[in-house]
Every structure is written in structure tokens, then in C-alpha cells.
């Protein structure tokens, strides 16, 4: 069965943790991305890479960083820094630029 | 920054009805691409259309693309209760290779 997953589906933290978010694919995409969704909102774009060992900052790249060592892994650690970090943080994959996006099911974070 | 600007933000409509959703952008793109999403999961891709493409259809889906006013429309025929969810549009600018979405249009299908 060929998907993205991210785990887990729920996750909470302390403030002033740093947390990493999981992300893998089996699709043989070179291509995958980060987004943050907050209540009533459209996604932004926190990070992606689109080869690895090559990333790119999104739109709202501060407090949170990447790394892309393996083709199907891509994970997002939230640190200390990123001053609201409760949300929804979306995962996605695809061939490339110009072809659709599959997303994973999602992590939601709460910091308290 | 968001790209693309979702019109209406919510829209109710009874089950057999179709229902338009309309989607604005400023800049030149590659394409655009419109998103399903029940709530609380991820996004489901619907269609993808080109730049140079005016036109597609999937299923009960339809979706136009006018360049000239940076605006596209998704339209639902024949709705039904299972299609209510948010509906994003997203851009791919041109010269970048990343995707820019919208706020999204809420759908509610009542039965």
C-alpha cells in the first residue's frame, strides 16, 4: 500500500520542548513539504525539499526546522523558538513542481 | 502570504443542488490545483489544471481556468451530504517551485 503517514496523530508538549513531528512516504516522490493549519484557516507553508539533502524555508520558517536524509523521510522539529506552536502540521508529497500534492493524515500539537 | 482568495468562505446548499466555488490569484502561475478536506484530516487532491489549459472535468467535478482574470472556478453537480468539507484552491507560481493555498470555502450539503 503506497501512502504518506505521520505520526503521531496527536502530541502534546510543554513549552519550551522541542518536538519532532514524523513524516514518511513509500510513493517515490523527490518532492515533500511541510504546512501548519490553524482553526478556520488555509495551510502555509513551513518548509519543503524537493531533493534530498536539499530544503528550502517556506512562508513561516522561524522556530521550526527540517532535515531530508533519506528520499521518504522528511521530519519537522517545532523548537523553543516558534512562539505558537498549537496547530495542525500537514504533510505532504508529490513527483515534483507542477503535480498534485499527497498529504498525510496530520499531527495535531498542543503546547501548554 | 496566501495566494489564492477562496469566494464564498461558506456555502449551504441542499443535497441535489450544484455548488460553485470561486477561486482568485494574483500572480502568473503553472497551475491550479483544488483540495478536498473533511475535518480534522488531510487534504485529498481533486483537480489540476494548467496554465494553458481552460477547462477539466472529473466526475460530478468541473473546474475552469481564466488567466486573463487570475481566477478559477470549481463547480460540484449534483451535491450530495458526503461532499460536505472545505475546499481549497492552490497556485503554483510561476518561477517557484512551491504551491500557495487559499483559505478555503466551507460546504455544507444538507440531506
Known amino acids: 500500500d503506497g501512502g504518506i503517514t505521520q505520526s503521531p496523530k496527536y502530541l502534546f508538549r510543554k513549552e519550551g520542548q522541542n518536538v519532532t513531528l514524523s513524516c514518511e512516504q513509500n510513493?517515490?516522490?523527490?518532492?515533500m513539504y511541510w504546512y501548519r493549519q490553524d482553526p478556520g484557516q488555509g495551510l502555509r507553508l513551513i518548509y519543503y525539499?524537493?531533493?534530498?539533502?536539499?530544503?528550502q524555508k517556506g512562508d513561516i520558517a522561524e522556530g521550526y526546522s527540517v532535515s531530508r536524509e533519506k528520499k521518504e523521510s522528511f521530519p519537522l522539529t517545532v523548537t523553543s523558538a516558534q512562539k505558537n506552536p498549537t496547530a495542525f502540521y500537514l504533510c505532504?508529497?508529490?513527483?515534483?513542481?507542477?503535480?498534485?500534492?499527497?498529504f498525510g493524515p496530520g499531527t495535531r500539537l498542543t503546547v501548554t | 502570504s496566501q495566494q489564492g482568495e477562496e469566494d464564498p468562505q461558506a456555502l449551504s446548499i441542499q443535497e441535489g443542488e450544484n455548488a460553485t466555488m470561486n477561486c482568485s490569484y494574483k500572480t502568473s502561475i503553472n497551475n491550479l490545483q483544488w483540495y478536498r478536506q473533511n475535518s480534522g484530516r488531510g487534504l485529498v487532491h481533486l483537480i489540476l489544471i494548467r496554465s494553458n489549459e481552460r477547462e477539466k472535468h472529473s466526475g460530478r467535478l468541473r473546474v475552469t481556468l481564466d488567466t486573463s482574470k487570475k481566477s478559477s472556478s470549481l463547480l460540484i453537480t449534483a451535491s450530495r451530504a458526503a461532499d460536505t468539507a472545505s475546499y481549497f484552491c492552490a497556485t503554483e507560481e510561476r518561477g517557484y517551485q512551491k504551491v500557495t493555498f487559499g483559505i478555503g470555502t466551507k460546504l455544507q450539503v444538507i440531506p
Open positions: 505532504a508529497s508529490s513527483k515534483g513542481p507542477d503535480y498534485e500534492q499527497y
Open positions: 510513493l517515490n516522490h523527490d518532492a
Open positions: 525539499s524537493q531533493i534530498v539533502n536539499d530544503f
